[in-house]
């Protein structure tokens, strides 16, 4: 475990030139390890604007100005070393970054937010609340509504920004004592390994199913949405915009509702009479057109299920009730282990509702099947029940083993 410390808040490296940057890179190259944050802007562009990394290492403390400083290739490299550990606070972005740079992902990511909820009864849990909670210590809030691609910055403003790393490297230590101490370092490692897997996913893949008001829809009008959403998502990345203001999920669900490539009948619908949508409701009609006229047996929604009993629902809240009492007497944030949902999932597993080449749920595998798996089992079968105890307690919920004769 590292034991040095980053410097005193007045001794940072300013970098603002490609010669600055290149010498900070070497000198995080012969360290270990070093924790790093970003400051963006998401709103007005395709992709996150990345305006300011902040970096601590042992001796180190910078803020790199990405505004002004244009290769940052070297740098996203340096987390790729596999003897090297990268530490971040709710990493997603982060991680886009580097991907969307040089297609690579660190070698060694510790998530602090991931860490905490494995270690502690709260996730996701800011980072404010996880430097109080492990280090007593308190952060500044001052610049939460900072447009962080205004200059020049304020000293405030990288006092800030500076704040969001200073900690980082003293929480890993703390965190990764606690993980070894509770036997919970294989779980953190399975959960960055599942964790980047996701959050690389949902930046390379295109999830066209996360636009709002697609469930029930027919197989038909799911294959317009899906037309759409590309259409939208190449438009917006080459204009550098967000896709919803190219076309609102709201007007993209009601167009699939429709079903009609007649550019006349798009642009009667109430809210495509922007004089912007005029120029692009051929791309649109297009679109659908596509949707319309692609073969029943390429349609998207076809998997076939069996109907799940109604019973599943309330059995899911049953046991995430369970669950979460049993999570907070072993320092575990119900959050990491699963949502009702979840719970759902693996009933329907265990009961044989789901299709036998489908994913196995998430509560099925891993660290959390040894959290879950026996008490599942248990109190399925009736060996363990679930009752009221000390009304006062913080947690009146008690699990009782039944002993069978």
């Not at 395709?46 to 244009?70: E, F, H, N």
């Not at 949405?225 to 998502?233: F, G, I, T, V």
């Not at 319309?292 to 629902?313: F, I, K, N, S, V």
């Not at 044989?352 to 879950?372: H, I, N």
Request: charged residues 30%.
């Amino acid at each position: 475990m590292p034991t040095s410390r980053s410097p005193s808040p007045s001794a940072f490296d300013h970098v603002t030139s490609d010669t600055q940057l290149a010498d900070l890179v070497r000198r995080l190259a012969d360290l270990p390890h070093l924790a790093f944050d970003t400051e963006f802007v998401s709103e007005h562009t395709y992709r996150s604007q990345l305006c300011l990394i902040q970096v601590a290492a042992p001796g180190v403390l910078a803020v790199i100005d990405t505004l002004k400083v244009r290769e940052l290739d070297g740098f996203w490299r340096l987390l790729t070393d596999p003897g090297r550990t990268t530490v971040v606070h709710a990493g997603r972005e982060e991680m886009g970054f580097i991907l969307h740079a040089i297609k690579a992902r660190p070698a060694n990511l510790f998530d602090v937010q991931v860490a905490a909820g494995l270690v502690d009864h709260d996730y996701p849990a800011g980072y404010a609340a996880i430097v109080r909670r492990f280090l007593n210590e308190t952060t500044s809030k001052g610049e939460t509504r900072t447009d962080w691609r205004q200059r020049p910055l304020s000293p405030a403003q990288i006092e800030y920004a500076l704040d969001d790393v200073r900690h980082l490297e003293e929480l890993w230590r703390r965190l990764e004592a606690k993980l070894v101490s509770l036997g919970r370092r294989d779980w953190m490692q399975q959960e960055m390994a599942m964790w980047q897997d996701d959050v690389e996913e949902s930046f390379v893949r295109k999830r066209w199913r996360r636009v709002s008001g697609l469930n029930g829809m027919p197989r038909r009008e799911l294959a317009i949405a899906r037309e759409l959403w590309h259409w939208r998502d190449g438009v917006a990345e080459s204009r550098d915009m967000p896709p919803k203001r190219v076309l609102r999920d709201d007007l993209l669900v009601e167009l699939c509702k429709r079903k009609s490539s007649d550019p006349r009948q798009i642009s009667a619908i109430r809210g495509m009479q922007r004089s912007d949508l005029r120029h692009i409701i051929g791309g649109i009609s297009e679109a659908i057109d596509r949707g319309l006229t692609l073969p029943d047996e390429e349609l998207p929604g076809g998997e076939r299920h069996r109907a799940p009993p109604p019973q599943l629902a309330m059995l899911g809240q049953f046991l995430a009730t369970a669950i979460a009492g049993v999570c907070r007497k072993e320092q575990l944030a119900p959050a990491m282990v699963g949502t009702a949902s979840d719970m759902r999932d693996l009933l329907a597993h265990k009961l044989g509702y789901r299709e036998e080449e489908e994913q196995v749920p998430l509560l099925a595998s891993g660290w959390r099947a040894e959290v879950v798996g026996p008490l599942v089992d248990d109190l399925l079968s009736g060996r363990a029940a679930l009752r009221i105890g000390d009304l006062r307690s913080h947690d009146p919920l008690v699990i009782e083993r039944i002993a069978r004769p």
